[in-house]
């Protein structure tokens, strides 16, 4: 209707505004759209430059906010650049920022110059987890005395109901001691890591909680977490892994607030 | 089980969630969650009021939802659109606009507002407030934006001036008149950004006083003051940055007396965005706001904080 409507009052050409403005705006080698002028015949090109800058810096601190560990591990220049192409390449979608850089761990993975940083995409995407956590659905966790009610007979069919805010993050690097060494303010002294690490993310109340996995409860948290009932979890967690502590991948579970309920499978 | 029987009542009867919080007369400031303990600790609540951006609020939950929860408990909350694009041609988008009516719905804000720009094209969006020309094409195009935006919140805007660098060769009327035909068409309130008018007057070579007489003045609802900072444009002649990071300027100051001169006191409120600094220095901004109105209308802020109670 719209589109009918303004051909016939011939205002269809005065409304394409945005796509002439836009067509410069993430590439500075593109000239000033020349449906703008500075007053009194004055040039439009620094003035529009403004607006460049706004778009440009403004989407590069957003993703600043968003990765902090990652600016930190970079450092700032490295960070910046690394950052501009990425919104040269994936603009945002949504004007809701904090659902922006989803797509930034995989560029960083393909990112030339982070190549001698084999975990920075890894610690990207506990931060991008961190982020989703923090604005998660409100929900009370699964309480200890619950599941200590459940029926012995019942336990292997168990499913857990997860929380809303859970989130999981494998590394075949020490992608966690990285992150939490760099996520904060303090002195990062030198890391002696080396084995893979398996995040766990959450949000019990308000405040968001990464925790490693130990091996074996990665794939125990895994599968439950994929809807597998806990009798199959639990013999998948022995399968990868001899040394898998049951009793203790449960209490962390627990502390961490990964679920939310627990229902009967089958 | 009886308590949360009794909340589902009050939702269905439409019954505020919170109190009231009468913001006339009153200065504020944005709303920054690293300054919510000292707010929290402040028991004199001389806060005035706060504007938060709606964007920011648009989450599932987590802590932005509950420190707004204790803030709209105590205080006028305004909430602050940033990227409906209402000033842009394309269709609105319909999922930002649930989300937008959605959060109305739950904080019951005492002031909404949008701006008069555009931040998406097509499906890319550009995080700035883009100017756009004005003619009759684009006057009818916004008009009908925000008709759809008062339809789905149910009650009018504020629509924000935009702070402006340049000008488009197509346009033929001036700003003033743009806004004065939008309030005529839709019924909107206008949100009065003395920062945006004195940045785009210096911009662009005009009188802010000229601007501001010619301004629909009783349709104000709202005012902002904010920080610029100084660049130069191609000619080498100062060019104003709308950066909302330093305190309110002087002329600034000087402009905002003239307007509550002529106006009488307008709820108004100090912008801080980046380089936040510690709350008692915005306090003492949003003071300083209180103080000009409180000497052009003595009763009118003890009037608020009373029927506040």
Same mark, same amino acid.
């Given at each position: 209707?719209?589109?009918?409507?303004?051909?016939?009052?011939?205002?269809?050409?005065?409304?394409?505004?945005?796509?002439?403005?836009?067509?410069?705006?993430?590439?500075?080698?593109?000239?000033?759209?020349?449906?703008?002028?500075?007053?009194?015949?004055?040039?439009?090109?620094?003035?529009?430059?403004?607006?460049?800058?706004?778009?440009?810096?403004?989407?590069?601190?957003? +993703?600043?906010?968003?990765?902090? /560990?990652?600016?930190?591990?970079?450092?700032?220049?490295?960070?910046?650049?690394?950052?501009?192409?990425?919104?040269?390449?994936?603009?945002?979608?949504?004007?809701?920022?904090?659902?922006?850089?989803?797509?930034?761990?995989?560029?960083?993975?393909?990112?030339?110059?982070?190549?001698?940083?084999?975990? +920075?995409?890894?610690?990207?995407?506990?931060?991008?987890?961190?982020?989703?956590?923090?604005?998660?659905?409100?929900?009370?966790?699964?309480?200890?005395?619950?599941?200590?009610?459940?029926?012995?007979?019942?336990?292997?069919?168990?499913?857990?109901?997860?929380?809303?805010?859970?989130?999981?993050?494998?590394?075949?690097?020490?992608?966690?001691?990285?992150?939490?060494?760099?996520?904060?303010?303090?002195?990062?002294?030198?890391?002696?890591?080396?084995? !893979?690490?398996?995040?766990?993310?959450?949000?019990?109340? +308000?405040?968001?909680?990464?925790?490693?996995?130990? !091996?074996?409860?990665?794939?125990?948290?895994?599968?439950?977490?994929?809807?597998?009932?806990?009798?199959?979890? /639990?013999?998948?967690?022995?399968?990868?892994?001899?040394?898998?502590?049951?009793?203790?991948?449960?209490?962390?579970?627990?502390?961490?607030?990964?679920?939310?309920?627990?229902?009967?499978?089958? | 089980?009886?308590?949360?029987?009794?909340?589902?009542?009050?939702?269905?009867? %439409?019954?505020?969630?919170?109190?009231?919080?009468? *913001?006339?007369?009153?200065?504020?400031?944005?709303?920054?969650?690293?300054?919510?303990? =000292?707010?929290?600790?402040?028991?004199?609540?001389?806060?005035?009021?706060?504007?938060?951006?709606?964007?920011?609020?648009?989450?599932?939950?987590?802590?932005?939802?509950?420190? &707004?929860?204790?803030?709209?408990?105590?205080?006028?909350?305004?909430?602050?659109?940033?990227?409906?694009?209402?000033?842009?041609?394309?269709?609105?988008?319909?999922?930002?606009? %649930?989300?937008?009516?959605?959060?109305?719905?739950?904080? $019951?804000?005492?002031? #909404?507002?949008?701006?008069?720009?555009?931040?998406?094209?097509?499906?890319?969006?550009? =995080?700035?407030?883009?100017?756009?020309?004005?003619?009759?094409?684009?006057?009818?195009? #916004?008009?009908?934006?925000?008709?759809?935006? @008062?339809?789905?919140?149910?009650?009018?805007?504020?629509?924000? =001036?935009?702070?402006?660098?340049?000008?488009?060769?197509?346009?033929?009327?001036? $700003?003033?008149?743009?806004?004065?035909?939008?309030?005529?068409?839709?019924?909107?309130?206008?949100?009065?950004?003395?920062?945006?008018?004195?940045?785009?007057?210096? =911009?662009? %070579?005009?009188?802010?006083?000229?601007? &501001?007489?010619?301004?629909?003045?009783?349709? *104000?609802?709202?005012?902002?003051?904010?920080?610029?900072?100084?660049?130069?444009?191609? $000619?080498?002649?100062?060019?104003?940055?709308?950066?909302?990071?330093?305190?309110?300027?002087?002329?600034?100051?000087?402009?905002?007396?003239?307007?509550?001169? &002529?106006?009488?006191?307008?709820?108004?409120?100090?912008?801080?965005?980046?380089?936040?600094?510690?709350?008692? *220095?915005?306090?003492?901004?949003?003071?300083?706001?209180?103080?000009?109105?409180?000497?052009?209308?003595?009763?009118?802020? @003890? $009037?608020?904080?009373?029927?506040?109670?």
């Amino acid at each position: 209707m719209r589109e009918v409507r303004d051909c016939f009052l011939g205002s269809a050409d005065e409304l394409d505004y945005p796509a002439q403005f836009v067509a410069g705006l993430l590439d500075p080698a593109r000239p000033t759209p020349t449906l703008l002028t500075g007053p009194h015949g004055k040039a439009a090109h620094r003035r529009f430059n403004v607006y460049r800058n706004n778009v440009t810096v403004s989407l590069i601190e957003a +993703l600043a906010a968003t990765f902090p /560990a990652t600016r930190r591990i970079t450092g700032e220049a490295f960070f910046r650049a690394m950052a501009r192409f990425h919104i040269r390449e994936t603009p945002p979608k949504s004007p809701l920022l904090f659902e922006y850089g989803r797509n930034f761990p995989d560029f960083i993975e393909r990112y030339a110059y982070a190549r001698p940083m084999p975990w +920075l995409a890894d610690v990207a995407r506990i931060e991008r987890a961190w982020l989703d956590a923090y604005h998660a659905a409100d929900a009370a966790v699964l309480l200890p005395h619950v599941l200590a009610a459940a029926q012995p007979a019942e336990l292997a069919d168990l499913v857990f109901e997860p929380h809303p805010a859970t989130g999981v993050v494998r590394s075949a690097y020490p992608a966690v001691t990285v992150f939490s060494a760099n996520r904060g303010d303090g002195p990062v002294g030198r890391i002696e890591a080396s084995a !893979p690490e398996t995040a766990l993310i959450t949000r019990p109340s +308000l405040e968001v909680e990464v925790r490693t996995l130990a !091996p074996g409860a990665d794939i125990f948290v895994g599968s439950l977490l994929e809807g597998e009932p806990f009798g199959s979890a /639990a013999v998948a967690g022995h399968a990868c892994c001899p040394h898998f502590d049951l009793a203790t991948a449960i209490r962390v579970m627990l502390e961490a607030g990964a679920f939310a309920a627990i229902r009967h499978g089958g | 089980m009886t308590e949360l029987a009794i909340h589902a009542d009050r939702a269905q009867l %439409g019954i505020p969630r919170f109190p009231a919080h009468p *913001v006339d007369g009153l200065a504020g400031t944005s709303f920054k969650h690293q300054h919510l303990p =000292n707010i929290l600790a402040d028991d004199e609540r001389t806060g005035g009021f706060f504007e938060v951006h709606a964007e920011n609020y648009m989450g599932a939950g987590g802590p932005p939802h509950a420190a &707004l929860v204790k803030i709209r408990e105590d205080y006028p909350v305004s909430l602050h659109g940033v990227c409906m694009s209402i000033g842009g041609p394309q269709p609105l988008d319909k999922g930002h606009l %649930g989300r937008f009516a959605a959060l109305v719905k739950r904080y $019951e804000p005492a002031l #909404v507002s949008e701006h008069l720009a555009w931040s998406t094209h097509e499906t890319t969006y550009y =995080n700035d407030l883009l100017p756009l020309p004005y003619t009759e094409a684009s006057l009818r195009r #916004v008009a009908e934006h925000i008709d759809e935006v @008062q339809e789905a919140i149910g009650r009018p805007i504020l629509l924000e =001036n935009p702070s402006s660098y340049l000008l488009f060769k197509d346009s033929t009327m001036s $700003e003033t008149a743009f806004m004065r035909g939008l309030v005529r068409r839709t019924g909107c309130g206008l949100l009065l950004d003395i920062n945006n008018v004195f940045v785009s007057a210096t =911009n662009q %070579g005009f009188s802010a006083l000229d601007y &501001l007489s010619d301004f629909p003045m009783a349709d *104000v609802g709202e005012i902002h003051l904010a920080g610029h900072t100084q660049q130069q444009d191609d $000619e080498g002649d100062l060019l104003l940055i709308d950066s909302h990071n330093g305190p309110v300027a002087d002329a600034v100051w000087k402009l905002f007396d003239v307007v509550i001169a &002529l106006r009488g006191p307008v709820p108004t409120l100090i912008e801080w965005d980046s380089a936040i600094p510690d709350w008692s *220095v915005l306090k003492r901004e949003a003071q300083a706001a209180q103080m000009l109105m409180d000497r052009h209308a003595p009763g009118l802020r @003890q $009037e608020t904080l009373h029927a506040r109670g």
